[in-house]
Each structure stands twice: as structure tokens, then as C-alpha cells.
């Protein structure tokens, strides 16, 4: 069983429903919201054309977040969903820098909707600060057989969740059906509107990943150039030091036994005058 979402924003009308939904049953925050509506426009007039793109947490297969964590709060489950463990997340922000997608938020003011009111949504939020937040897929809901708060609120039914595994599946079918478009390396799919370019989604994971490890690569590459440069230095040093000493020798060893040579012909001028 693999979770997964689809995101069809043809149907998608902008409304915010999704985002008011997860705030009332999450109590995030002013400024934390897990999910985000973006207005984008493409062509000229008479024909320019205008949508909304919905973006929240990919819960990428190979985590970017998860690999960088270094208490292991942040966690992949067995369906691939990327949560995140409260009491071990320490707010470093190790997993905020490395989401290529900007899904994840560290609770550093302790602020409410209203200044020194806590209301009935917000106490469970309010005991959570300098830790990171992000999407769930409503992982609790959804292993008690409910839906994500996002899908059930939305009046457009713009969003479908599922087992990506199962065939049979709504989620499976939903995207054989209406060409849904992956962002690779995710959970995620999009149903584009006609004439929307691809460009105008999130850029596949795999991009990412790829740049990150060609960035390692380099870090590593540049760490064994320097190891073997210094390697190489050290050689130098080595041999010019013995190099040094092979010329210091010879030249001290000249000048012995040319002072062995002026000694003995003293010797013979000394013996001569007598």
C-alpha cells in the first residue's frame, strides 16, 4: 500500500476551502498553512488564462528531509507518507533547508490567531513550538478509514486520495482515466487544464535529487583533490627535503676531502722545506 493524492485543477475554483479546512482541524498557527493555493497565467490577451496550482507536501519517495534529519523525527512509513515525530524534532532546520519545495515550517513565535487568546482549535498547536510542521496526508484519519480533512471539504472534489498500489483503487482509476500528470519521485499527480504547460507545476523530485547529489558528488570530489594535493605537497616536501640533504651531503663531502686534499699537501710543502 502506497498513499497518494490527486490534484485536478481543472475542477480546482481557488476557493481556500482546503487550506481553512487543515488549519481548523490542525490549529496551525498565523503564517503555518500545510496547504497552498497559487494563482499562475499563461498566454496573451485575448487569450491569457488563469488557474490555481495547489501545493503541500510531495511525500517524496526518497526524502530529502528524512536523509538530512539528524534525530530521525522526520520519518517515511511503510505507505509512504513522511510525518514527523514532535518529541524527538529538535528545530534545527536541517529538513526546512532541504525540502526542494518549501512544504515544511519551523514554529519559532509562539503567536495565536488572536494576541493572548488561545481558541479551541488551537490548544493542541499551541503546545508545539520550535518544531517543524508540515502535511500529514491526515495520517490518522486515514488509518482509522477516513479521508484527509483537505478532500472531504473540498466543494470542487478536486482531490482524490487513495492506495497508488491497488488498480481498483478511486485514486488509481482517477488518474488512468484523466492523464494525470506525476511529479516524479512523490506521491504526488496533477490533472492539468487544457493548455496549461508543465512548467507551471512543481518540477519533478528526481530533478532535485539529482542536483543535490551532483553537489555532494562535487563536495566529495573536491575533498579528494584537496587530500591529493596535499598528498602530492607532501611528497614534494619529502623529496626536496632529501634532495636537499643528497646536495647539502655532496657539497659537505666535497668540502671534506678537498680540506683532506689542501691538509696533505701542506704536509708535503712542510716535509719539502725541511
Known amino acids: ?49 488563469q488557474r490555481f496550482v495547489l501545493t503541500m507536501c510531495m511525500h517524496c519517495e526518497n ?11 522526520t520519518y517515511t512509513t511503510e505507505e509512504g507518507v513522511v510525518l514527523v515525530d514532535y518529541d524527538k524534532c529538535i528545530g534545527c532546520g536541517a529538513c526546512v533547508t532541504a525540502c526542494p519545495y518549501g512544504q515544511r515550517h519551523l514554529v519559532k513565535d509562539d503567536v495565536t490567531s488572536f494576541e493572548g487568546v488561545v481558541l479551541p482549535f488551537e490548544e493542541e498547536a499551541a503546545e508545539r513550538l520550535n518544531v517543524v510542521e508540515k502535511c500529514v496526508f491526515c ?42 500528470v506525476q511529479i516524479k519521485g512523490t506521491s504526488i499527480y496533477y490533472v492539468l487544464p ?20 551532483t553537489q555532494e558528488n ?15 605537497n607532501k611528497g614534494a616536501v619529502a623529496v626536496g627535503i632529501i634532495g636537499a640533504g643528497a646536495v647539502l651531503g655532496g657539497a659537505v663531502y666535497k668540502m671534506s676531502k678537498d680540506k683532506s686534499k689542501k691538509d696533505n699537501n701542506d704536509e708535503e710543502m712542510k716535509g719539502g722545506d725541511k
Open 218 to 232: 562535487k563536495v566529495e570530489e573536491s575533498k579528494e583533490v584537496a587530500e591529493e594535493k596535499r598528498g602530492i
Open 194 to 213: 487544457e493548455g496549461m504547460d508543465r512548467s507551471l507545476l512543481p518540477k519533478d523530485n528526481v530533478v532535485y535529487a539529482a542536483a543535490v547529489n
Open 139 to 180: 495520517y490518522g484519519r486515514v488509518k482509522s478509514g477516513k479521508q484527509p480533512m483537505c478532500t472531504v471539504h473540498c466543494p470542487g472534489q478536486c482531490r482524490i486520495f487513495g492506495d497508488l498500489d491497488d488498480p481498483e483503487s478511486e485514486v488509481s482509476k482517477y488518474i488512468k482515466e484523466n492523464n494525470a
Open 63 to 73: 526524502a530529502q528531509c528524512v536523509s538530512v534529519c539528524p534525530t530521525e523525527a
Open 1 to 49: 500500500m502506497r498513499y497518494g493524492m490527486v490534484l485536478d485543477l481543472d475542477k480546482c475554483i481557488g476557493c481556500y476551502t482546503c487550506v481553512v479546512a487543515c488549519k481548523m482541524l490542525y490549529g496551525t498557527r498565523p503564517g503555518v498553512d500545510y496547504n497552498g493555493v497559487e494563482v499562475v497565467e499563461w498566454g496573451e490577451y485575448p487569450n491569457a488564462r
